[in-house]
């Protein structure tokens, strides 16, 4: 009879397959849902055709300098508040509020605020169409 002890080996667990696993179900969980998102919601944009807008709407051009100062329609406004922007907003809209469009013609440098400033006094006299001019970065240089 043997009677010495056998040495016993340890149990293993292999953690290979398990990464497999836990791999497989994260890969199938980042698609399913990326794509619910785009399923929630299903638009259909309008159409458009350009020619056919003959009549362009009343422009209001708010230039914003860097220092805060404004102009509308190449005409100075004294003072920043925002009672006086939207009174003058008012003059240079007349009775085409409904249809006026402001656009916001800010300098790059211009302070966040002061273009705020402007869109509140816009909001407060009822003018709800605000856009906002851009260059092209080919005319950027051209200064």
Known sequence: MNFRSRSRDEPEINLI????VLLVIL???MLSTTYSKFTE???????????????????IVVTVTTDGKYAINKTAVSGNAVDT????????????RDTAVVVISADANA??????????????????????????PAQAGQH
Do not use: W, Y
């Open 27 to 29: 890969i199938f969980l």
């Open 85 to 96: 922007l939207g009174r003058a907003l008012l003059a240079a809209a007349g009775d085409g």
């Open 111 to 136: 302070t966040h605020q002061s273009v705020v400033t402007v869109m509140e006094a816009a909001r407060r006299t009822g003018l709800a169409q605000i856009t906002f001019a851009t260059q092209a």
């Open 41 to 59: 919601l299903q638009l259909k944009l309008p159409l458009a055709d350009a020619e056919q807008q003959r009549d362009r709407p009343r422009e």
């Open 17 to 20: 397959p398990f990464i497999d």
